[in-house]
């Protein structure tokens, strides 16, 4: 058997390795306050100085307020490619999962990638490949994998109480009992 996603709080060890996010709204304060520098005839080195930067960025950064003006030193947007599934699309997903893997029409309540992936593609449309799957769980919905208690169907807890309460002291060595 796979394993199960569950929801609980995820150990962030791997954080120190990993560099920080970068700032979009403080990279972008730092460029206008460079334009304002500009706009006053500050020199180049001076506005380095006050805004934390090399002069290289600062001369490419006056070549841009040249060309556009303040527009030009605006900020791109994010960074790197869009989500497939956006935050209200993941909130609906998680809500399926939660249900369990039986109210989505599987035989028994065990989630596994595959399913999941499943899910995701009917829920929204939008489909992930299993492996892919696994990291959107574990970033986006702060799941984690657990294994399935392993135990019989034919189980009998009480039996098992029995045993335990009246059969195993009699099994047991008792204080004096020699070892030879």
């Not at 394993?3 to 700032?23: G, H, L, M």
């Not at 506005?47 to 290289?56: E, N």
């Amino acid at each position: 058997m796979t394993s199960i996603p569950v929801k609980q709080n995820v150990s962030r060890a791997w954080e120190w390795r990993v560099r920080p996010r970068r700032d979009f709204a403080a990279m972008q304060e730092r460029r206008m306050r460079a334009a304002d520098l500009f706009e006053h005839g500050v020199i180049p080195a001076e506005i380095a100085r006050q805004v934390g930067v090399s002069h290289q960025i600062v001369s490419d950064w006056r070549a841009a307020w040249r060309r556009s003006g303040r527009d030009g030193l605006r900020g791109a947007g994010r960074a790197g490619r869009l989500p497939k599934l956006s935050r209200d699309q993941l909130t609906y997903v998680e809500l399926e999962l939660i249900k369990g893997a039986e109210a989505n029409g599987y035989p028994n309540d065990v989630w596994t990638l595959q399913r999941v992936a499943e899910v995701i593609e009917r829920v929204t449309g939008v489909s992930y490949h299993p492996a892919h799957v696994w990291s959107l769980l574990r970033q986006d919905l702060k799941w984690s994998w657990q294994r399935p208690a392993r135990r019989a169907t034919e189980r009998n807890d009480e039996a098992i109480h029995q045993w335990v309460k009246r059969r195993w002291p009699q099994l047991k060595k008792g204080h004096g009992a020699r070892t030879r």
